[in-house]
């Protein structure tokens, strides 16, 4: 069967088309889509054969078989997937970050990561109460794979003492505040104006804390048995987070505050329990001296741009309160720290006020 015009037209097209590694149109190959099923890519509209017909008419070359570029080839391009998620209406930085539950995965994709599915209430957003360490496993699988993920391993040889990063500038001040169960650790949520962290004149509000065991930050190689996070957001939407270790000893004093709390959540399994107001100038720091490196939430999403602040003191909490904030939880995991990131090229800051040109550790 002779070509038409435009299938001349096509053909005679290809000769002229460079012949890079990236043309199009290309097969959307599975197996190049990392984790996902056949059935997940495939979800193809509709439509008639009398539009089809419509379309080819219209244009007045009835002879011609189609009028598409055949595939490329792939070559070694990786091939990304969006997922849709769902955002409840109450989303936001301090009920929500960093928990994957503040995406309300939908179930089809917590399924894929072989959770449950989460619960999305109007107060809030809570986790499956089963989660635990599967969590902080399967997460990786929707992470993003950028080169600036949290936590590092805050090794000497990598650190630059620099001394005009100043004093780590808090304004903080009591305010009304909630703890929450979000299914795979304690948050402390501050409903108002909780105060300030001002980095590189930018200010940050505090929205919320929660609690890491072990520690996913480690100094040299060395991790501790709990990090506090103290979560900051700015006007528009960047975030900074401040790190504090702890290791095995003398009960933390802020802890000790929440313990009450803490403990009814556990016992009540409530989605979140009121609890006044509470300061965060108790949470105590202990040193002027700080790490600081760019990177990202440690759950997912994972987003990358994140502010770290790693405190240099290590603070002590009892056994029986690092208990009690796992138990408090219900999901019977030991753990829910996320492994160590590679550092790649990244830049870690020291700060210390009396510096003698030698770095402290």
């Known amino acids: 069967m002779a070509l038409s015009t435009k299938?001349?037209?096509?053909?005679?097209?290809?000769?002229?088309?460079?012949?890079?590694?990236?043309?199009?149109?290309?097969?959307?190959?599975?197996?190049?889509?990392?984790?996902?099923?056949?059935?997940?890519?495939?979800?193809?509209?509709t439509v008639s054969s009398a539009q089809v017909n419509l379309l080819r008419e219209a244009v007045h070359d009835a002879d011609a078989v189609n009028n598409a570029m055949p595939l490329q080839?792939?070559?070694?391009?990786?091939?990304?997937?969006?997922?849709?998620?769902?955002?409840?209406?109450?989303?936001?930085?301090?009920?929500?970050?960093?928990?994957?539950?503040?995406?309300?995965?939908?179930?089809q994709e917590l399924k894929k990561l072989r959770m449950r599915e989460s619960?999305?209430?109007?107060k809030g957003v809570q986790m499956d109460q089963n989660i635990g360490e599967r969590f902080m496993k399967s997460g990786k699988l929707v992470c993003n794979k950028g080169d600036m993920q949290s936590p590092i391993d805050l090794v000497k040889e990598r650190v630059r003492v620099v001394p005009t990063l100043g004093r780590l500038k808090r304004s903080y001040k009591p305010s009304n505040a909630t703890i929450k169960n979000r299914g795979h650790d304690i948050m402390l949520e501050w409903e108002g104006d909780a105060g300030s962290l001002w980095i590189n004149g930018s200010e940050f509000l505090l929205k919320q804390c929660h609690w890491h065991s072990p520690?996913?930050?480690?100094?040299?190689?060395?991790?501790?048995?709990?990090?506090?996070?103290?979560?900051?957001?700015?006007?528009?939407?960047?975030?900074?987070?401040?790190?504090?270790m702890y290791?095995?000893?003398?009960?933390?004093?802020?802890?000790?505050?929440?313990?009450?709390?803490?403990?009814?959540?556990?016992?009540?399994?409530?989605?979140?329990?009121?609890?006044g107001k509470v300061d965060p100038r108790?949470?105590?720091i202990g040193s002027r001296k700080y790490h600081r490196y760019m990177g990202s939430l440690t759950t997912p999403p994972c987003t990358e741009g994140v502010t770290w602040t790693i405190v240099n003191k290590v603070r002590t909490a009892s056994r029986a309160q690092l208990k009690l904030l796992r138990d408090a939880v219900h999901d019977d995991a030991k753990k829910n720290a996320r492994p160590k990131q590679e550092i790649n090229e990244r830049e870690i800051k020291f700060y210390t006020p009396k510096f003698h040109g030698i770095y402290p550790h």
């Open 7 to 45: 299938e001349t037209f096509i053909q005679s097209e290809l000769a002229n088309c460079s012949r890079g590694m990236m043309q199009s149109p290309i097969d959307l190959a599975c197996k190049r889509v990392s984790g996902l099923k056949l059935r997940d890519v495939e979800k193809i509209g």
């Open 73 to 107: 080839s792939v070559n070694g391009r990786f091939i990304k997937l969006y997922l849709q998620v769902q955002v409840p209406p109450s989303f936001s930085i301090s009920s929500s970050l960093p928990s994957s539950s503040s995406l309300g995965l939908q179930k």
């Open 119 to 122: 619960l999305v209430t109007s």
């Open 215 to 244: 520690s996913e930050h480690s100094v040299n190689g060395k991790r501790f048995a709990l990090e506090a996070h103290l979560v900051h957001q700015s006007t528009d939407g960047k975030i900074a987070v401040v790190g504090i």
């Open 247 to 275: 290791k095995i000893g003398r009960p933390d004093s802020f802890l000790k505050e929440l313990e009450d709390r803490i403990n009814e959540i556990g016992v009540t399994r409530e989605n979140g329990i009121e609890v």
């Open 282 to 284: 108790h949470v105590k």
